[in-house]
């Protein structure tokens, strides 16, 4: 009865960010099947393939509830070509009655006519990476739009009758608070229904990680990145956001939650085909609330994960082949999924129960109410429910009740 989703994976970009360790190419860096010429064909024969194998796996009739087109970016592509892998994805599963289907983009990859194009297409919703709307924090992270084109990029979406999101990353080198301020106010100005606001965290072998190493930028101090958490959470919630995941923020409109459902599925545990090289899926066995909270086993096997093969040249050459393009797979245990379902869990508005805990976890969760990181009314009636300060030290919450 679990949800059931498809992401499609789109490598391209027209340059690598410094601070990106994404799966993602140039297009000068790729040739031959793996060009973006042909990656929608190549991505419509593992889409063809996906039907097959869980058909022949006697698995039941699943319909998308949503799709998400990510990357890199996908409108790289031409219109034409997302349109045409959302129509296999309609053939190989069919889509649920009200579902929703996503692409992100960068506002200088997409037009008011590409735009209709995918609402046409049956696109309904848009996620633009902004990430902020200072120029010098743009250059920091070497993204190549001009932020004066944001509003233009939202409109766009809206006049095509799309739900529109924006991206935004704080904690940048050298960004003030002014910057990040100016940021969030931007953002809201657009008459946007959701905004994701992520940390920059620099991985290792990027170049950004490079840069920081050489001592050419300097990064934030752990309490700028807390404070400009709180600005975000104190301007979007008195603009009418509403959290519902600890980096992002909705609208209610209409009664409805404008979150990101595709990404409410991870998080809940849901199942999921990832179509493009490097994607993961999840195909569950059992739904996780019967998983025991104090005594898993791997009777309680709680499905399987597995991956693709990362570079984008491999990746069509095995399909071309008429091969599976995986790359590995885990079976995962009971054990493995309970402590996922907390890992994730936690971080939602919509709380965890407690009774997904151990007995042990169970007994600390009064630490936590003490020290206002856990909602106590929330507590008391069975449900484990982050504070703001809580949900600044998420991770740190999550490794106490996991044992």
């Not at 040249?313 to 797979?329: D, N, T």
């Amino acid at each position: 009865d679990r949800g059931f989703g498809v992401y499609v994976h789109v490598p391209f970009c027209s340059v690598r960010c410094g601070y990106c360790d994404f799966n993602t190419y140039t297009a000068t860096e790729l040739g031959g099947g793996a060009s973006q010429v042909n990656y929608a064909d190549t991505a419509i024969k593992e889409i063809a393939l996906a039907r097959k194998v869980m058909g022949e796996a006697g698995l039941p009739e699943r319909t998308a509830n949503t799709v998400f087109f990510g990357g890199g970016t996908p409108t790289m592509l031409k219109a034409a070509d997302l349109a045409r892998m959302m129509g296999a994805i309609k053939e190989a599963w069919g889509l649920a009655e009200g579902a929703e289907v996503t692409t992100e983009a960068n506002p200088d990859s997409v037009s008011p006519e590409y735009l209709q194009t995918l609402a046409d297409a049956g696109f309904t919703r848009v996620s633009f990476g902004m990430q902020s709307a200072v120029p010098q924090v743009l250059a920091t992270l070497e993204r190549t739009h001009d932020p004066r084109r944001i509003p233009d990029v939202v409109q766009w979406a809206r006049d095509a009758g799309l739900d529109v999101s924006l991206d935004l990353i704080y904690g940048t080198p050298g960004e003030s608070m002014d910057d990040w301020r100016l940021s969030l106010e931007t953002a809201i100005a657009t008459g946007v229904d959701h905004v994701s606001a992520y940390a920059l965290v620099v991985e290792p072998g990027t170049k950004m990680a490079t840069q920081v190493r050489r001592g050419l930028l300097t990064l934030p101090s752990e309490d700028d990145q807390a404070a400009k958490y709180e600005l975000a959470d104190e301007l979007l919630s008195a603009a009418g956001f509403e959290w519902y995941e600890v980096s992002n923020w909705a609208q209610r409109v209409d009664g409805d939650l404008k979150a990101c459902r595709h990404n409410l599925a991870y998080w809940r545990g849901d199942d999921w085909w990832g179509v493009g090289p490097g994607a993961h899926s999840y195909l569950g066995s059992a739904p996780l609330s019967v998983v025991p909270a104090d005594e898993p086993s791997d009777e309680h096997s709680a499905g399987l994960r597995w991956w693709n093969v990362k570079h984008p040249i491999r990746y069509a050459a095995m399909l071309e082949r008429g091969e599976s393009p995986a790359a590995g797979r885990e079976r995962l245990t009971a054990a493995e999924a309970q402590l996922e379902r907390v890992m994730l869990g936690v971080r939602l508005a919509e709380g965890l129960p407690l009774s997904v805990l151990s007995s042990s976890a169970r007994t600390r969760v009064a630490g936590h109410m003490a020290n206002g990181l856990v909602e106590p009314k929330a507590a008391l009636a069975g449900l484990l429910k982050l504070t703001r300060r809580g949900r600044l030290l998420a991770d740190s919450v999550v490794r106490d009740l996991t044992d």
